[in-house]
């Protein structure tokens, strides 16, 4: 996709802010003598978007170089190499250098990305594994560029909704559990049903601390969910998707299911007995 770029540096209370844009990043002349170390965006955790919220990832490195620099110091996820690639983060806020070791220019720095899909070059295709680059600046508008070898996940958000029923119900009777999972459109904004997919029907007893999968159903192609389990006893009922390297993982909420003893009647009549 052609993306242009925009980066605009704005510093304030010791800190860089940066509105990047979808784009392409132009790699300059890369000056070398840079090492980007202990690299962490969103604590190697998915980074998961849906269809409004713009979405705030803190991300922590090191960079050691003996070099002079400018105060643009970042890592970020892209995709294609370093000297023509594409961005997803609209904006960035970094941290002023935390010194290490003064002497061989190590800092370590904070750094907060922002995700808006909202965001008119943002569509399903960028979700994904994309890669994490190191970037500094330098007097002349000058910069090196490297890739410091963490893959990172952007997945699409996933919903769930639930429904148990009847309520209350006789154990050993027949629960219906219904609920459909839906995925963040990036191109319409909006959640749309998400077919042929594998979710957990989970249930937690009254005094449990965790959920345990019952079974799996799969989604519809309106990604309707549907299953019939038999009442054990009391406890609440939830689904449960784990995910995939596009789609991020959700739970529905819980519905709780009361269950009353099952009433037994006698097959023969009753007799009565006269005095």
């Not at 996820?77 to 061989?104: F, L």
């Not at 990036?186 to 997919?197: K, M, N, V």
Request: charged share 20%; glycine share 10%; hydrophobic share 35%.
């Amino acid at each position: 996709m052609a993306r242009t770029t925009m980066w605009k540096a704005v510093v304030a209370a010791g800190a860089a802010l940066v509105f990047t844009g979808m784009a392409a990043v132009p790699a300059g002349a890369a000056e070398g003598g840079v090492a980007f170390s202990r690299v962490s965006v969103n604590g190697g955790k998915p980074i998961v978007i849906g269809v409004k919220d713009v979405v705030e990832v803190h991300a922590t490195f090191r960079m050691t170089t003996t070099l002079r620099y400018d105060s643009g110091v970042w890592v970020f996820p892209y995709r294609g190499t370093t000297e023509n690639m594409d961005t997803m983060q609209n904006a960035m806020i970094g941290s002023d250098c935390k010194v290490v070791d003064r002497a061989k220019g190590v800092c370590d720095f904070d750094e907060w990305l922002y995700f808006d899909p909202r965001h008119i070059d943002v569509g399903n295709e960028d979700a994904g594994t994309w890669r994490t680059a190191g970037r500094v600046s330098f007097p002349g508008d000058s910069q090196d560029v490297d890739d410091v070898n963490i893959p990172v996940q952007i997945q699409r958000a996933t919903r769930l909704t639930v429904n148990a029923s009847p309520e209350p119900v006789a154990t050993g009777k027949t629960i219906t559990v219904s609920g459909r999972l839906t995925r963040a459109n990036w191109d319409t904004h909006t959640y749309q049903g998400y077919a042929g997919r594998t979710v957990s029907l989970q249930f937690k007893p009254v005094g449990a601390s965790s959920y345990k999968t019952v079974r799996t159903a799969v989604s519809s192609t309106t990604g309707s969910l549907r299953t019939t389990v038999k009442a054990t006893g009391p406890g609440t009922w939830r689904w449960t998707y784990y995910g995939n390297s596009t789609s991020g993982a959700s739970s529905s909420g819980g519905d709780h299911v009361a269950t009353q003893p099952r009433v037994l009647h006698s097959a023969f009549p009753r007799v009565m007995h006269s005095m």
